[in-house]
Protein backbone atom coordinates (compact mmCIF):
# COMPACT_ATOMS: atom_id res chain seq x y z
CA UNK A 1 0.00 0.00 0.00
CA UNK A 2 1.30 3.76 -0.50
CA UNK A 3 -0.04 6.79 0.35
CA UNK A 4 1.15 9.66 -1.28
CA UNK A 5 0.24 13.28 -0.42
CA UNK A 6 0.81 16.46 -2.84
CA UNK A 7 1.97 19.79 -1.71
CA UNK A 8 2.76 23.02 -3.48
CA UNK A 9 0.38 24.36 -5.25
CA UNK A 10 -1.09 27.87 -5.56
CA UNK A 11 -1.84 30.82 -7.21
CA UNK A 12 0.78 32.13 -9.70
CA UNK A 13 0.96 34.76 -12.84
CA UNK A 14 1.49 33.74 -15.68
CA UNK A 15 5.16 33.45 -16.44
CA UNK A 16 6.02 32.05 -13.19
CA UNK A 17 6.76 29.05 -11.69
CA UNK A 18 6.22 26.20 -9.26
CA UNK A 19 7.57 22.97 -7.53
CA UNK A 20 4.45 20.75 -6.62
CA UNK A 21 5.98 18.01 -4.20
CA UNK A 22 4.60 14.34 -3.83
CA UNK A 23 5.44 12.43 -0.48
CA UNK A 24 4.88 8.45 -0.62
CA UNK A 25 4.69 6.53 2.59
CA UNK A 26 6.05 3.14 2.39
CA UNK A 27 9.85 1.43 2.27
CA UNK A 28 9.07 0.47 -1.54
CA UNK A 29 8.76 4.05 -3.27
CA UNK A 30 11.70 3.04 -5.64
CA UNK A 31 10.32 0.46 -7.10
CA UNK A 32 7.05 2.80 -8.54
CA UNK A 33 6.60 4.92 -11.43
CA UNK A 34 5.68 7.63 -10.74
CA UNK A 35 3.70 10.08 -12.75
CA UNK A 36 1.90 13.55 -12.68
CA UNK A 37 -1.74 13.87 -13.72
CA UNK A 38 -3.99 17.53 -13.87
CA UNK A 39 -7.95 17.95 -14.31
CA UNK A 40 -9.15 21.24 -15.34
CA UNK A 41 -12.68 22.35 -14.73
CA UNK A 42 -14.85 20.80 -16.77
CA UNK A 43 -12.14 18.51 -18.49
CA UNK A 44 -11.26 14.95 -18.17
CA UNK A 45 -8.05 13.90 -16.49
CA UNK A 46 -5.17 14.06 -18.20
CA UNK A 47 -1.16 13.15 -18.07
CA UNK A 48 1.03 15.46 -17.39
CA UNK A 49 4.58 14.14 -17.04
CA UNK A 50 6.21 10.19 -15.37
CA UNK A 51 8.75 9.34 -13.98
CA UNK A 52 10.35 5.48 -14.14
CA UNK A 53 11.13 3.58 -10.87
CA UNK A 54 14.91 4.73 -10.62
CA UNK A 55 14.44 8.13 -12.39
CA UNK A 56 16.45 7.38 -15.46
CA UNK A 57 13.98 7.57 -17.78
CA UNK A 58 10.84 10.24 -18.34
CA UNK A 59 7.93 10.79 -20.28
CA UNK A 60 5.81 13.74 -20.58
CA UNK A 61 2.96 15.27 -22.65
CA UNK A 62 3.81 17.63 -25.50
CA UNK A 63 1.80 20.58 -23.96
CA UNK A 64 4.72 20.84 -21.35
CA UNK A 65 7.38 19.93 -23.18
CA UNK A 66 10.27 22.60 -22.28
CA UNK A 67 8.47 23.86 -19.76
CA UNK A 68 7.91 21.36 -16.93
CA UNK A 69 10.36 18.88 -15.22
CA UNK A 70 10.11 16.02 -13.23
CA UNK A 71 12.65 14.08 -10.80
CA UNK A 72 12.58 11.68 -7.86
CA UNK A 73 14.54 11.49 -4.77
CA UNK A 74 14.10 7.90 -3.70
CA UNK A 75 16.07 8.85 -0.66
CA UNK A 76 12.97 10.86 0.74
CA UNK A 77 10.27 9.48 -1.04
CA UNK A 78 9.42 12.39 -3.00
CA UNK A 79 8.79 13.13 -6.20
CA UNK A 80 8.84 17.02 -7.79
CA UNK A 81 7.30 18.59 -10.99
CA UNK A 82 8.71 21.63 -11.20
CA UNK A 83 6.52 23.92 -13.76
CA UNK A 84 8.22 27.01 -15.16
CA UNK A 85 6.56 29.48 -17.83
CA UNK A 86 3.49 28.86 -16.26
CA UNK A 87 0.30 29.90 -18.60
CA UNK A 88 -3.34 30.44 -17.43
CA UNK A 89 -4.17 26.80 -19.34
CA UNK A 90 -1.90 24.99 -16.52
CA UNK A 91 -4.83 25.65 -14.40
CA UNK A 92 -5.81 22.28 -12.92
CA UNK A 93 -5.66 20.36 -9.71
CA UNK A 94 -2.65 18.29 -10.30
CA UNK A 95 -2.37 14.52 -8.90
CA UNK A 96 0.54 12.08 -7.85
CA UNK A 97 0.31 8.64 -8.59
CA UNK A 98 2.55 5.16 -8.36
CA UNK A 99 2.52 2.58 -10.72
CA UNK A 100 4.22 -0.60 -10.04
CA UNK A 101 5.77 -0.85 -13.52
CA UNK A 102 9.20 0.11 -13.31
CA UNK A 103 8.72 2.26 -16.66
CA UNK A 104 7.07 5.49 -17.18
CA UNK A 105 3.57 5.30 -18.41
CA UNK A 106 1.23 7.96 -19.43
CA UNK A 107 -1.65 6.00 -19.00
CA UNK A 108 -4.28 5.89 -15.98
CA UNK A 109 -4.87 2.03 -15.37
CA UNK A 110 -1.81 1.37 -14.85
CA UNK A 111 -1.31 3.65 -11.62
CA UNK A 112 -2.94 1.74 -8.33
CA UNK A 113 -2.18 4.40 -6.12
CA UNK A 114 -3.68 8.12 -6.06
CA UNK A 115 -2.88 11.53 -4.17
CA UNK A 116 -5.89 13.86 -3.36
CA UNK A 117 -4.76 16.31 -5.64
CA UNK A 118 -3.57 19.99 -5.02
CA UNK A 119 -4.69 22.95 -7.03
CA UNK A 120 -2.50 25.51 -8.85
CA UNK A 121 -4.23 28.25 -10.48
CA UNK A 122 -2.54 30.94 -13.18
CA UNK A 123 -3.97 33.85 -13.71
CA UNK A 124 -3.40 35.75 -16.74
Known amino acids: QVQLVESGGGLVQAGGSLRLSCAASGRTFSSYAMGWFRQAPGKEREFVRAISANGGSTYYTDSVKGRFTIVRDNAKNTVYLQMNSLKPEDTAVYYC?????????????????WGQGTQVTVSS
Open 97 to 113: AASQRAHPTPHEYEYEY
